[in-house]
């Protein structure tokens, strides 16, 4: 399959410093936003999509010489919606200001849990969350509860999987007197686990994707080492689930496996340490085997991955090497966990995260226009079915970086249809039941490379 490659371009006038500066990933990886995208979302039972106000993706990216300062709405440009588990909140601008360290580094200390609520961002501005979903088990009500003891934390992952978008994502809702008080005022829309569509996988593990033709942050293509997706709070950056086979940056491509694995149990009453806890329920149907926090064990070296889900290698952003987590799947695609980052940070969060406001001087960054600040993640297109009778879905594998025309046209080079692909989004669908049987010509653009396939229309 053809590869588009979209190159680098360094912008030159800039002091030694400053060209230092630019070319770290934690400035040049963002998805930031110059066309005015706005968020888009599926009210349940329509599958037309309805435009939002709030601009998508990233607005503006700030540096000094120790910290990026990342503002962002925390909506994505794919569209978002619905949640069936009753979930009243949508997406909204949430305003976010986020402060990641520049020159992160290990914590030799004692090891910094993740918290409930926001771990780190992903380059389009949207909050990455961690396992939790901030329930675990009651014993006396026999069920989850948010007033559990903490023995056994609920696996967001497998409980609230109803409730997740075709891009596996939801918003929390944010009401006027705080967590569950007052009137619902807006959502923080959030991943906690890769961003992709679910019937990418090879095993689908929800339907949502058949009436809501919805996407995700990125594709997982095998031929390629995985895009940087984000950062987490300590500013070590967090890639997609395919990397080098070897740490060095030799050895091909694989899946980078996590080293935590299901326990062998049948009863809840230890923890993977072995000390005796208060009884959970055993493992059933109701509550499978992963539900909990606590149904997993680290195994080290079962996979290439440590306790807190990353390694130190080479990737295509940092060809010295760096720390960095990786969204881990299992051999069908879907979700691994610990998902993303781990139970616990490798680096340092002290001075990551969510601020109110900068505090020292810094530069504003601006991108070259429509170019990719990485030179080592190709992109293709696929279009499938093809041919197709009903509906045509044209996939950008990979991560696009800047926004991308679709235009079909007949073979007498009349357009029977155009659309746009928007910076961190992969997919466009078109019902083809009104166009007529045929060949046609399918032509995708970035502005500088541009992608021709042929389409059969046969109904």
């Not at 400053?18 to 040049?28: D, R, Y």
């Not at 910094?112 to 926001?118: A, R």
């Not at 997740?164 to 705080?178: A, E, L, W």
């Not at 950056?237 to 694989?254: E, H, I, Q, R």
Request: proline content about 5%.
């Amino acid at each position: 399959m053809k590869k588009i490659i979209l190159s680098l371009s360094i912008l030159v006038g800039f002091t030694a410093s400053e060209m230092k500066a630019q070319t770290n990933p934690a400035i040049t990886s963002w998805l930031i936003n110059t066309t005015g995208i706005t968020g888009r979302h599926y009210v349940n039972g329509n599958s037309t999509p309805i435009s939002d106000t709030a601009h998508a993706n990233v607005q503006r990216v700030r540096y000094s010489n120790n910290y990026a300062y990342i503002n962002c709405s925390g909506v994505p440009s794919y569209i978002v919606g619905p949640y069936n588990d009753g979930n009243p909140s949508l997406a909204t601008n949430n305003n976010l200001l986020i402060k990641l360290p520049l020159n992160p580094v290990q914590n030799s200390g004692a090891q910094t849990e993740t918290s409930l609520g926001s771990i780190g961002v992903f380059i389009n501005g949207v909050q990455m969350y961690d396992y939790k979903d901030g329930q675990s088990y009651k014993l006396s009500s026999q069920q989850d509860s948010y007033m559990g003891d903490g023995t056994w934390n609920r696996n967001a992952i497998l409980a609230e999987n109803a409730g997740f978008d075709c891009s596996k994502g939801h918003p929390s809702p944010i009401f006027s007197g705080g967590p569950g008080q007052g009137t619902l005022i807006g959502g923080t829309y959030h991943h906690h686990q890769n961003p992709t569509a679910y019937n990418m996988a090879t095993v689908e593990l929800s339907d949502i994707c058949d009436l809501y033709l919805a996407d995700g942050l990125f594709t997982l293509d095998a031929s390629v080492h995985s895009p940087l997706i984000g950062f987490a709070f300590d500013g070590f950056p967090v890639y997609g689930a395919y990397g080098y086979a070897n740490a060095d940056g030799t050895g091909g491509l694989k899946l980078i496996m996590s080293s935590y694995q299901k326990r062998n149990i049948t009863t809840r009453t230890t923890h993977s340490n072995g000390s005796t806890v208060t009884a959970g329920p055993a493992v059933s149907s109701a509550y499978p085997l992963g539900w909990y926090r606590e149904d997993y064990e680290y195994i080290a070296n079962s996979g290439e991955l440590d306790e807190h889900n990353g390694r130190f290698c080479v990737t295509p952003e940092y060809p010295n090497g760096t720390y960095a987590y990786f969204a881990t799947v299992d051999e069908d695609f879907n979700s691994a966990y610990p998902y993303m980052v781990g139970p616990t940070y490798y680096g340092i969060t002290t001075n990551g995260g969510t601020v109110t406001n900068v505090t020292e001087a810094t530069t504003d960054y601006v991108a070259p226009n429509g170019i990719s600040e990485n030179t080592e993640s190709p992109m293709s297109i696929s279009i499938f079915p093809n041919p197709a009778s009903d509906l045509v879905a044209v996939q950008v594998t990979g991560l696009l970086r800047s926004n991308m025309t679709v235009k079909m046209y007949d073979l007498k080079g009349s357009l029977v249809a155009e659309t746009s692909l928007n910076q961190g989004s992969t997919i466009w669908h078109l019902d083809t039941r009104t166009i007529y049987n045929g060949e046609y010509l399918v032509v995708a653009t970035d502005g500088k490379n541009t992608y021709t396939q042929k389409l059969m229309i046969q109904h």
